[in-house]
């Protein structure tokens, strides 16, 4: 297995403010971002209106209704979307102490894209059935992964990465067989289009539930942050300092599992978020988790609202938002590449 480089230890009470105001500033900017135009002063004016015995001019309805349906939720979304990827990515990183992995290394997204097709082209034609299969092979995934690396039960770390590359295999021809039997002109442009990941389709109904989902991830692992220092020594130090390492990995890797699951259901594949954003919390402040993992939650979230706020402003027609994330996470990874040289990176 390639270690995790170890980069310099670094501090700086300023990153975490720093960081704070801009994804404020990137969160107001998205909910100006569009085609539809809405200014600050008609935002305000409808946020006005919500508090009790205020009312709303009849020339801002349609306004009130693009900002309160569509963009708002999205914006949200993105964010969960963000933080929650790039969180998974760090855990995975340290768990399987590879700065190569990412959230779909045990077959997850694979899986939740095959129930997503497969969902497309049953009779129904509904929303909620695609996200229910993709949610449900994404489980069924990850439960293989780990299902075949007990199975075997030898070097359990590299193991389970090459069970999840078998996964990651598997589900893609059975993606391949749905995509070469289902309608050129109806049911394979939408799995296409679903492949490439996209906010369009978020509504409050996928928030409520994924936004507790997330927040409960995300606080499990601030609470084990510095347990994940641990395993990333490997399992026998952590069973001499007195932690049962099957039991926290098998812990944290089904709960980034099935947060990962759970936003490709909602979203779609949204790729580079899980690989780079944790190496450039790393670049920032170090390798320790305690300062590490809420550095990965902001810039996961600043990542991903700048990445949709691209989406809808580049061009008329909406861009996917995987699209932008894999036009600048590639650069953004190879910088990285060249950053870090020295560092025990490569």
């Known amino acids: 297995m390639i270690a995790i480089p170890r980069y310099p230890l670094k501090k700086s009470p300023r990153t975490i403010p720093v960081l704070c105001v801009l994804l404020a500033v990137l969160f107001f900017g998205s909910l100006l971002a569009g085609r539809f135009k809405i ?3 008609e ?37 969960m979307v963000g933080t929650g990827l790039s969180v998974s990515g760090a855990v995975y990183q340290a768990l399987f102490r590879n700065p190569l992995v ?5 077959g997850v997204a694979a899986g939740c894209t095959f129930g997503a097709a497969l969902g497309i082209i049953l009779p129904g034609d509904s929303f909620y059935l695609v996200q229910a299969m993709a949610f449900g092979f994404g489980l069924i995934a990850v439960s293989m992964a780990v299902g075949i690396a007990r199975l075997i039960s030898i070097k359990p770390v590299i ?18 067989i749905l995509k070469y039997f289902s309608d050129p002109y109806d049911e394979l442009p939408s799995i296409v289009f679903w492949i490439m990941g996209s906010l369009t389709r978020v509504t ?4 409520y539930i994924t936004a507790p989902v997330t927040c409960c991830g995300l606080g499990l692992f601030m609470l084990l942050r510095f347990r994940l220092n641990i395993l990333s020594l490997g399992d026998v130090q952590a069973q001499s300092l007195g932690m049962n390492p099957f039991v926290f990995r098998l812990m944290l890797i089904l709960v980034s599992s099935f ?10 594949q949204i790729c580079w978020i899980g690989l780079i954003i944790p190496h450039m919390a790393r670049t920032l ?15 996961g979230a600043i990542f991903m609202l700048a990445a949709d706020g691209l989406a809808r402003s580049v061009t008329a027609a909406e861009i996917p938002v995987g699209i932008i994330t894999a036009l600048t996470g590639a650069p953004i990874f190879a910088f990285l590449l060249y950053k870090n040289r020295g560092s025990g990176w490569l």
């Open 43 to 79: 935002i305000i004016a409808i946020v006005s209106s919500l508090l009790p015995g205020n009312s709303l001019s009849q020339d801002l309805i349609s306004q009130k209704l693009v900002f309160l349906w569509i963009r708002l939720p999205r914006c949200i979304m993105a964010v």
């Open 102 to 106: 990412s959230p779909d290394i045990l």
């Open 159 to 176: 193991v389970m990465v090459l069970a999840g590359m078998v996964v990651l295999s598997f589900f893609n021809a059975l993606l391949m």
């Open 259 to 268: 947060m990962v699951a759970l936003t490709v259901a909602t979203c779609g």
């Open 204 to 207: 409050w109904n996928d928030l």
């Open 285 to 299: 402040v170090g390798p320790e988790h305690e300062n590490m993992i809420p550095i990965t939650v902001l810039l």
């Open 39 to 41: 200014t600050i002063s």
